[in-house]
């Protein structure tokens, strides 16, 4: 079953006020923290369960911003060191890569892009890709047809 299907499945399940209860102990603050009922590691996985790309929130018949929850609970489980090594460090290797132009257009070009995502996403760390295939990659990237067309004029 998909990830967020299980999450909704289980909120439907709940209570308003349990609901309620659940995203108050989520978000407090951390001098709250030692007060919360709330087991952050027991649902650590459900806000990886989406893209954030805001088509939850679109399609939600209450209007709930929930992807922007989503976001706030990402946000409390990297602020507590909450979040497994592997995605910490996977989350600190792209960022090193998007942040440097010349590592970013080594990463998409040539062998690096047929090849490293396919071991990156489709490997036994990462239940994400298991569930999802990566279109394959444009003949020519937007930087060299800028370039060559920019050339032209």
């Not at 209570?15 to 989520?26: G, I, K, V």
């Not at 990463?107 to 394959?136: H, K, M, T």
């Amino acid at each position: 079953m998909h990830p967020l299907r299980r999450l909704h499945e289980y909120l439907s399940g709940l209570s308003a006020q349990r609901r309620f209860e659940l995203w108050r102990d989520l978000f407090r603050s951390d001098r709250d923290h030692h007060q919360s009922r709330f087991d952050i590691r027991k649902y650590s996985h459900l806000p990886y369960a989406s893209t954030l790309n805001g088509s939850c929130s679109n399609v939600c018949p209450v209007k709930i911003n929930i992807h922007e929850q989503i976001y706030k609970w990402r946000q409390v489980m990297a602020e507590r060191n909450q979040l497994p090594l592997v995605k910490k460090e996977t989350i600190r290797i792209i960022g090193k890569v998007m942040s440097e132009p010349r590592l970013y257009r080594a990463a998409i070009s040539g062998l690096a892009f047929e090849y490293l995502p396919r071991f990156a996403i489709y490997n036994w760390l990462n239940p994400w890709g298991r569930q999802r295939e990566v279109p394959a990659p444009p003949e020519q990237s937007f930087r060299s047809w800028y370039l060559e067309n920019r050339r032209r004029q």
